[in-house]
């Protein structure tokens, strides 16, 4: 009988690798190390060999830079303003109602897609006013 090279599911309360927290985020390692050197807030510990171990709140704060980033349009610098501004409270609560947060940081210049959305709506309107013959 063949068993899993995987050991049982570590406690909420566990410190994590880098490997794992990649694999839970669905994210390449290189990308945590990057972000480590982007937000000072992700502090993970590091052991001898510069193995480094991820917190259960670094997880969480993760988590939210990465949906702040790929879902709700920030950009590093919005995010980066956001953990200066508010700390990383600021950023942690994922629970937020849906629709609620902005889909970028304040003065920050909006994404691909909003500017794609405002052209829409701005030709519908130009066809509006177009006058009929």
Do not use: C
């Amino acid at each position: 009988m063949a068993t899993s090279s995987k050991s049982a599911p570590k406690s909420a309360g566990a410190f994590k690798t880098i490997s794992e927290v990649a694999s839970e985020l669905d994210l390449p390692q290189h990308v945590l190390r990057f972000w480590e050197t982007k937000f000072n807030a992700i502090k993970p510990m590091k052991r001898g060999g510069g193995r480094r171990y991820y917190r259960p709140d670094d997880v969480v704060l993760l988590k939210r830079i990465r949906d702040l980033l790929y879902n709700d349009g920030y950009t590093i610098k919005g995010v980066h303003k956001l953990l200066r501004d508010g700390g990383t409270a600021a950023v942690q609560d994922i629970n937020e109602p849906e629709g609620t947060p902005p889909t970028t940081a304040p003065n920050e210049p909006p994404n691909q897609a909003e500017l794609q959305s405002i052209m829409a709506e701005l030709e519908e309107i130009q066809a509006l006013l177009r006058p009929q013959h």
